[in-house]
């Protein structure tokens, strides 16, 4: 038998957000997120006396609940609408094409007042002195320390980086190709610190990162911002609605397996993947990754993003194989550990931890 489903008032969304820890909810914050399509509008289905009945639909609790928790990362209204579209909740579709298209143009327009900001420092002319502009934003950038700046998991000498970062904004940024050395290439990825995926095994298979590294140049010509833009104009709604399981599968589950293989290995960087550890820490990147499986799938690589997605759909599963753990009681866990070696013993708490940091549960944790 059907269970009918709970009608849901505005009361009943202002408990669920409390009894999450979101206590300082108002009626008058619900009306701004109802306005910027961030919660369904609630309907009228009759009177109570005199006082009008209005009703949500259901699951609106649980969109609030995830909504107030990517707020507090960002309060970016078109990042917030891509990321509860990654999630799954019912945002209109041409709602997420303006916004995901309107975040990417300022991500463009940052770039270009960013070149010219330092064309001006620089006493350079932005057309003329393209080239010149270009290496010398590449060294302010590479050169950033502290909030903002690139993280540094591989030694790379400051010349060098300075070089891999204008050949970065080359190829993502401006769409252009270099002519790319192999060893440039390979420093272009120690920069990213993708670089240890060449050599370094997870579970026995094979390095995820192989081919020639100079093969980065041919981003340029479908992941760039230019083309990445052209992606999110041409798509059709069906390239759409079949971006969205692969989108929400690089920025909701390979951060978590990042996390855990940082936790079995006890190496933050382990086979390159540490950079992809704090995707779903910016709801930013869902309106990246969204653009970027719109124009991967444009070059034909649709079977690629395709058996990643199939891949990572499986991370639930084995999560929760690996929390049954934590059902065990202390005794029998610790009989268990003693009949193997200190490494297995030093992982398998490794992984005891993570759990129970939450660390291999998808989307945001609450902000430090």
Known sequence: MAVEPIALRGDDLLRAAISAGFTTITERRLEDFRRDGLIPRPVRIGNEGRRPVWIYPPGSDHQLVQLLRWHERTSDVNELRAVLWIEGFPLTLDTVRAA??????????????LLQAEASRQGLDPAEDHDA?????????????????????????????????????????????????????????KVLGVSPGRRQRVEGADPWLTGPASALADA??????????????????????????????LFLQLPVAARAVAAM??????????????L??????AVFLIAFILG???????????????????????VDEMKQVLDLPQSELDRNLAAHGSETQARTRRIIQALLDDELEPGPRPVP
Do not use: C
């Open 100 to 113: 995901v298209t309107a975040a990417m143009d300022g991500l463009s327009q940052g770039l270009e007042q």
């Open 133 to 189: 502009v270009l290496g010398a934003a590449a060294a302010t950038m590479a050169a950033k320390r502290g909030e903002g700046a690139l993280p540094r998991p591989v030694r790379v000498p400051a010349d060098q980086r300075a070089t891999a970062f204008a050949y970065l904004l080359q190829i993502f940024g401006l769409g252009t190709r270099p002519d790319l050395s192999e060893d440039e290439a390979e420093t272009i990825e």
């Open 220 to 249: 340029a010509e479908f992941v760039s911002l230019p083309r990445l833009a052209e992606a999110l104009a041409d798509a059709t709604d069906t390239e759409w609605q079949e971006a969205r399981a692969s989108a929400a599968a």
């Open 265 to 278: 290995t006890g190496k933050e960087n382990y086979a390159g993947m540490g950079g992809h550890a704090t």
């Open 280 to 285: 779903d820490s910016h709801p930013f990147m």
């Open 296 to 318: 991967v799938r444009r070059a034909d690589w649709s079977a690629n993003a395709d058996s990643l997605t199939d891949a990572l759909a499986q991370l639930p599963a084995r």
